[in-house]
Every structure is written in C-alpha cells, then in structure tokens.
C-alpha cells in the first residue's frame, strides 16, 4: 500500500455513508420486467457487476461490496453468476433466500445478522416477505464479476443478451 499523506489514504481507501446515495436506476431494467423487482443499490467497493463508474466508490481489487434496500414485497430475481460466489448479509429486516439447484428451488428464511455464502453456478435470489425496507451488505467475489445471467428464455435474459454488448463497451470505455 502506498500513499503520500492519510488524506491521500482517505481519499482512496475510504468510503463514507455521506457521501454515497441510493441508486434506484441500477437495475431498474428488472423494475420495469416487474415492479416487484425494485431495489436500491449503495456501492462501497468495485462497481459490482454493472457497468455504471462511479468516482466514488474505492477501487475493487478483490471483491465487490455494496448495501441493497429492498421495499416490502420486493424481490431481487433469480440469477447466475458463474464465475463467484456472492455473500448476503441481512443487515435490517427479514429476507428470504431464493435458490434453484438441478432442478429444485428452494427458499431459506434470514433474519437480522445472517449470512448466505451462494458458490458460483447456483441460481440465487432474495426476498422481501416483511412489511418494512429491508437492507442487506451484498459481496461479490472478484473486483469485476461477469454480468449475471437469467433464467434460460425469462424476459430478463433476453434483455441481458441485449444490453451485454452496451456494458461491455461502457466497461471498456469506463476503464481507459
């Protein structure tokens, strides 16, 4: 790690809840397939697996970490990632983990505090079962995941089959 002075560290290294706000745009693509796929994204750490650069966030060299607000009712809809493992952490409220393996779906309640390491290749989503916003700390494990994928004909992958040559000439455009 080098730096010059700790303002130089700060400026780097540290990500301050002031200075960030939720964005509801990020996967609103989902929101207009389903209201019920409304969600927020905070991010701290690495842009996630979106395109969009934010100035903002500290540089991701290992893994990704950003906050999620899901309204009441909200779901955050099945989806792949193949190549790492994603970590929820229910920092507020109740959720309820959406999985499908080989053919079966399952759903495991989570409450305040508990954590879901999902390996790579599993469909996983999240719900919102409670009254309230609901909050959860999401990791990704690589500093610049592949955008995930959809269930296999699901309107939500054919917009992703869509929009993959967009973010990847965003991306490209974003790192230069």
């Not at 745009?25 to 996630?48: C, H, S, T, W």
Request: charged share 30%; net charge negative.
């Amino acid at each position: 790690m080098e730096f010059t002075t700790v303002e130089d560290f700060e400026k780097k290294y540290i990500a301050r809840l002031g200075d960030r706000k939720l964005d509801w745009n990020v996967l609103k693509f989902q929101e207009e397939v389903d209201p019920r796929y409304r969600r927020a994204q905070m991010r701290y750490i690495g842009r996630g697996a979106t395109a969009n650069k934010d100035s903002n966030v500290i540089e991701a060299n290992n893994f990704t970490l950003s906050t999620m607000v899901l309204p009441a009712g909200s779901i955050g809809p099945l989806h792949l990632h193949s190549d790492v493992e994603e970590v929820f952490f229910i920092l507020e409220g109740e959720m309820t983990v959406l999985l499908e393996h080989e053919g079966k779906e399952y759903e495991i309640k989570m409450n305040k505090r508990d954590c879901v390491s999902v390996p790579p290749g599993i469909q996983r989503g999240i719900r919102n079962d409670g009254n309230e916003d609901a909050m959860m700390l999401v990791m990704l494990g690589a500093a610049k995941p592949q955008l995930p994928t959809y269930p296999e004909g699901s309107e939500l992958e054919n917009i992703r089959i869509e929009r993959a040559k967009e973010r990847e000439a965003i991306v490209a455009q974003a790192d230069r």
